[in-house]
């Protein structure tokens, strides 16, 4: 029996008194104390001599307990949980004591959870010593289980529980295929560097939820690479999701201390650091309006030298904040420089004309050459949304084929149907599919698949254009042009504001020729108000891959209606008899 499906068993003592959705709340927790129970079983002797010793001097312990237990974390209890056997009707009392002496940043993950609610309600159901026993019965010591193994059992559980109760599991949890296909595609480029052995990078997500994006990262490494160390660091506002992510980190060896709960947008926990790889899935078309006060004084007091220096996205989906915040993490490119990851809905390509907040972001990220990719996905691939999702990547040390380039990639009919839906996800990508975006990412060339294109490549400047602001003279009621009387246009035709019009010019166009061949043939009386003129960038991704069918000939069509009707006269006919 597998030690996730043993867990699992647990399930059985839960059900009647717990709903299916809620047994992650009890196994979960008790996974990670069982593990941390026998991670600190080698050293607990001389954790609690040293804490004793200290204790007489009035020095503050901490430093010389982490040292004596060679974790990151220690107990000071002289309870275990196989000694908490020791006396059944004590058992909560007991558990509570032992929970507590554990050292603060673990004992923030059992808050998390509120796993204190769960030890009451199992404890008024009767069924608290009889969980325990069964967890402080599994052997999870390190010798048996290293860090590797426990983290992919810890997630495959937390992917059972997110399963489970899928109408949240969106929020909290990114699908595997996804997370691998980003994962891929930020370090393809770095494949050479990161196989030297000894090589230390960090990587970080802003959103962490229960951390699988960093878990994919790492474990990617690790199979490319077994010298490799990837330091995480991530930030996470659902408790629940905090406490998963924080507790996986530890079992993998992870310093938790990076792990910082809260809102990323209004109160960044790793303020000023930089990194190396980045990966974020942030909610999808969400209004910032909780946050709103914290941004805008951000953006307006600090400027570029805030994270929101370019632009802020309406209200209503404050996605394109998540992606700020990401280039604000980048590390110098003279120092290295960053590659990161980013899951959008199709809003951020498009919304919003010249001059609104998206439009000068895109042209932030465009004109500072930090797009290399945009990948369309399959739409059903995410657990709480069925819409076309596509994922950015984003680097400020692109390769030198690259430079002033970004490369489309159509990957929505990369794609298998699922077994089972879970959600809205009711579709997935196989490792080959996986592989083969990959590929043609790799590539940076442009590529088609049964004759329609999947891969095209453009300049940056393709996707800018200028809006400009087309006038027509005021017209009095004999006809004749009305003229301006003072000011700096002072006989100058006034415009009639009825008449206004405005036009998008291609950036690589010369406007005044535009203007001639499109506006002045049909209006000759008009003219450009050039100081109204505004520089806009918009990415219609799916235009770049429409391929045009033509309608079926008249004849094919009068045929098909033929044999319709034909069709109908004969049932008519039958009916009559």
Same mark, same amino acid.
């Given at each position: ?27 979960? !927790? ?46 000071? *209890? ?57 967890? =402080?019965?599994?052997?999870?010591? @390190? ?25 949240? %599991? ?26 030297? !052995? ?7 997500? @802003? ?16 199979? #490319?690479?077994?010298? %490799? ?13 905090? =406490?998963?992510?924080? %507790? ?24 000023? /650091? ?5 990966? *974020? ?74 001059? *609104? ?20 996905? @399959? ?19 692109? !390769? ?47 590529? *088609? ?9 453009? /300049?940056?400047? +393709? ?16 006809? /004749? ?8 246009? /002072? ?14 010019? !291609? ?5 005044? =020729? #535009? ?6 043939? #049909?209006?000759? +009386? %008009? ?13 219609p991704f799916n235009r770049h891959f429409y391929v045009f069918k033509p309608p079926r000939s008249l004849e094919e069509i009068d045929a098909e209606l033929k044999g319709v009707t034909d069709r109908i006269l004969v049932m008519l006919g039958g009916l009559a008899?």
């Amino acid at each position: 029996m597998s030690l996730s499906s043993f867990i699992w068993s647990v399930a059985d003592l839960l059900r009647g008194d717990y709903k299916q959705s809620e047994y992650g709340k009890v196994i979960l !927790p008790f996974t990670v104390l069982r593990r941390m129970d026998c991670v600190l079983e080698k050293t607990k002797e001389s954790v609690l001599a040293e804490n004793a010793a200290r204790k007489k001097t009035g020095i503050n312990p901490e430093p010389f307990l982490l040292r004596k237990s060679k974790q990151s974390f220690y107990n000071t *209890s002289p309870m275990d949980m196989k000694t908490l056997m020791g006396d059944q009707d004590h058992i909560k009392e007991n558990l509570y004591s032992y929970i507590q002496a554990f050292s603060p940043s673990v004992r923030d993950i059992f808050e998390r959870f509120d796993f204190y609610t769960q030890i009451d309600r199992l404890a008024k159901s009767g069924l608290l010593y009889q969980v325990t026993e069964k967890f =402080a019965g599994i052997d999870l010591h @390190p010798e048996t289980v290293s860090n590797t193994e426990m983290g992919t059992v810890f997630e495959e559980l937390i992917r059972k529980f997110a399963e489970i109760s899928n109408e949240t %599991a969106g929020e909290h949890f990114t699908p595997r295929d996804v997370i691998r296909l980003m994962v891929n595609l930020i370090f393809i480029e770095d494949d050479d560097v990161l196989a030297k !052995p000894g090589v230390v990078r960090t990587i970080y997500d @802003p959103t962490a939820g229960t951390g699988g994006m960093l878990s994919v990262a790492g474990e990617y490494l690790v199979e #490319h690479n077994p010298q %490799a160390r990837l330091t995480m660091y991530g930030q996470e506002l659902n408790d629940e999701s905090y =406490a998963i992510c924080k %507790a996986d980190m530890l079992i993998k060896g992870q310093d938790v201390h990076n792990i910082i709960p809260g809102n990323t947008l209004s109160d960044d926990g790793h303020a000023h /650091k930089v990194f190396d790889y980045m990966l *974020s899935n942030p909610p999808f078309g969400v209004e910032w309006k909780k946050v709103e006060k914290a941004v805008r004084k951000e953006h307006e007091q600090q400027g570029f030298n805030g994270r929101f220096g370019p632009g802020l996205p309406r209200v209503s989906d404050g996605s394109l904040l998540f992606l700020m915040h990401l280039l604000s993490k980048m590390r110098l490119a003279t120092d290295g420089g960053s590659r990161f990851g980013i899951v959008l809905n199709g809003s951020p390509l498009f919304t919003g004309g010249a001059g *609104s907040g998206e439009s000068e972001i895109r042209r932030y990220v465009l004109e500072n050459d930090l797009v290399e990719a945009i990948v369309g996905l @399959p739409t059903d691939m995410f657990y709480n949304t069925g819409i076309s999702t596509y994922v950015w990547i984003l680097s400020n040390r692109k !390769p030198g084929h690259r430079k002033s380039k970004v490369q489309l990639i159509d990957a929505s009919s990369f794609w298998q149907k699922m077994r089972k839906s879970l959600g809205s996800k009711r579709k997935e990508m196989t490792d080959d599919q996986i592989a083969e975006i990959t590929r043609i990412f790799g590539s940076f060339t442009e590529a *088609s698949k049964d004759g329609v294109p999947i891969s095209r490549i453009f /300049k940056n400047e +393709d996707f800018g254009y200028r809006t400009i602001t087309v006038e027509r003279p005021l017209l009095d009621e004999r006809g /004749k042009v009305v003229l301006v009387v003072k000011g700096k246009n /002072k006989d100058a035709p006034q415009p009639d504001s009825d008449l206004r019009d405005t036009e998008n010019v !291609p950036l690589n166009e010369d406007v005044e =020729a #535009h203007f001639e061949r499109e506006v002045l043939r #049909h209006v000759p +009386d %008009a003219w450009i108000d050039h100081e109204k003129t505004k520089v806009g960038y918009e990415i219609p991704f799916n235009r770049h891959f429409y391929v045009f069918k033509p309608p079926r000939s008249l004849e094919e069509i009068d045929a098909e209606l033929k044999g319709v009707t034909d069709r109908i006269l004969v049932m008519l006919g039958g009916l009559a008899e």
